[in-house]
């Protein structure tokens, strides 16, 4: 993304370090997204305040990104609190009387070549089937069983897609929701994650709130950081891309594009999983094997929302519209109605639907350009409710993956990744470098929360090993295989 200049909040509440000089400090927060915002309020928690963050972007808040769109703001990254009760990001929604509004994803339609499907009945239906998948993914838990893929998962349920529709549904309910296909997903971390999040934080944390505030939802946590940059040794670098990390027993040094040093005695590191898959930043010495092995089996999906504003408002009143491609499974599949009660309010000008695209299909749109975007769209708005669908006065869409700042969206759990290549992904190294970020967190990963929960345990040890000892860290150096391959079982093990 283009370097915008430095907003009034950052000036306002900021110290700025010159840049191409030497900065020594006891430690070094790399990205000034939300672990790194909770990280450092942890960090003055525990009254450590020599420590400079270091972000590559003009303002703080990492994927929390909005931006202006018709009369009103759309955000690009994340969307929408997850998990409410005592959820620390909803905790923080209501702090600062965040615009909200409740995500139904029931209320929806479908769509197809000929026109509204009654879809209602094959809905429930598969929700019958993933609620059965659930329960039965929750067994294989308890029994300590091997993980299934979710398309495994949800085929022993009883669902298997037969029709357009069927697969319109299952991407519906489930590439909407994890970034990724059944095929790549572990059903086991997918049921975990899920109940974590929609049961975990108390009664009445199942739900979902959109943020439609014009502020972003990024301003809860710029707010917060102002807590954490008032000290006189905190010092704070935007506009800052970290080239080159070294790391050893000693320390820490951090090399920026604009010739900057920072040496430190710890260093968090809160890149996204994308960007260490990709090599955006060089280290020396390269990451160990142990911790690249489950770096590299993890995913980061890419999301991607579409924005449109028409000149007027043609689409259903329902908050969803899923359109069942004949030909194609997931293209253009999801729109949402921001005029819908609720939302945007209902004397506005503003007229937004929008598609939600992933994975793939994300990666073809961000090769498109926004004209042919837009023209790709129409044609499926145009299959959906007739030739009469007018030209958008505005299109909108972000390019998560070719980002190399982010390199896509968030992070989902594979089939194939193990707990031990987690426990890896998050370890320690030298007890100098820690790690941080969304995809670390076993229990939320890909959401909000679980960067904010790794912040904080990260600058928790850092703060032990600063006025103490260093919490224990464990990892594996290699993890083995408990499966026999087939050409060495013994015919007494085999029964037929």
């Not at 108390?202 to 439609?212: A, C, E, K, T, Y």
């Not at 994308?274 to 999301?303: C, N």
């Not at 470098?433 to 909000?448: D, I, M, N, P, T």
Request: with cysteine; hydrophobic share 40%; net charge neutral.
């Amino acid at each position: 993304m283009k370097t915008a200049p430095i907003t009034t909040l950052a000036v306002s509440c900021f110290f700025y370090l010159a840049s191409a000089a030497t900065h020594r400090t006891k430690v070094a927060i790399l990205g000034g997204g939300v672990s790194g915002i909770s990280a450092a309020l942890k960090l003055t928690e525990e009254g450590i305040h020599d420590f400079i963050m270091i972000e590559a972007r003009h303002e703080l808040g990492g994927r929390a990104q909005n931006a202006p769109f018709g009369n009103t703001h759309v955000e690009l990254g994340c969307n929408w609190v997850q998990g409410l009760g005592t959820n620390p990001i909803n905790e923080l929604a209501k702090k600062y009387k965040l615009n909200t509004a409740s995500t139904n994803g029931d209320d929806v339609v479908f769509y197809g070549e000929k026109g509204k499907i009654d879809g209602e009945a094959k809905y429930k239906k598969f929700n019958g089937y993933f609620e059965k998948m659930t329960d039965n993914v929750l067994k294989r838990i308890k029994r300590n069983l091997a993980d299934l893929s979710g398309r495994a998962a949800l085929d022993l349920a009883g669902w298997t897609p037969k029709t357009f529709l069927d697969d319109a549904i299952e991407y519906y309910v489930w590439d909407w929701e994890m970034g990724e296909t059944p095929e790549l997903s572990s059903s086991m971390f997918t049921v975990l994650n899920d109940n974590w999040t929609y049961t975990g934080f108390g009664p009445g944390s199942d739900g979902d709130n959109m943020v439609l505030d014009n502020r972003g939802f990024k301003y809860i946590f710029q707010q917060e950081a102002k807590k954490a940059f008032k000290a006189k040794q905190s010092r704070l670098m935007l506009n800052s891309i970290i080239t080159k990390i070294e790391y050893n027993k000693e320390g820490v040094v951090v090399y920026t594009k604009a010739g900057d040093v920072v040496h430190a005695d710890y260093a968090i590191s809160t890149f996204s999983v994308g960007v260490m898959q990709h090599k955006d930043i060089e280290w020396s010495p390269r990451l160990p094997e142990w911790k690249m092995e489950g770096i590299y089996a993890f995913h980061m999906a890419t999301y991607t929302k579409i924005f449109m504003n028409f000149p007027y408002k043609f689409w259903d009143d329902n908050e969803f519209v899923v359109w069942a491609d004949p030909d194609r499974r997931g293209y253009f599949n999801t729109w949402q109605n921001l005029n819908a009660k609720g939302y945007l309010p209902q004397n506005t000008s503003t007229n937004i639907f929008f598609a939600t695209v992933t994975q793939d299909m994300s990666y073809e749109i961000e090769r498109m350009t926004d004209e042919e975007v837009k023209q790709a769209a129409l044609k499926v708005l145009r299959r959906m409710y007739g030739d009469h669908v007018p030209e958008p006065t505005d299109i909108l869409f972000p390019r998560w993956h070719s980002n190399p700042l982010f390199r896509g969206s968030y992070s989902n759990w594979p089939i194939g990744e193990l707990s031990q290549h987690h426990i890896n992904m998050r370890a320690p190294l030298h007890n100098r470098l820690f790690f941080a970020g969304e995809a670390l967190s076993a229990k939320y990963y890909g959401f909000l929360q679980g960067a904010w929960f790794t912040g904080i345990e990260a600058a928790e040890s850092i703060s032990q090993c600063m006025k103490s000892k260093c919490p224990i860290a464990h990892y594996f150096p290699e993890i083995t295989n408990p499966v026999i391959y087939p050409n060495t079982i013994a015919k007494r093990d085999i029964i037929v």
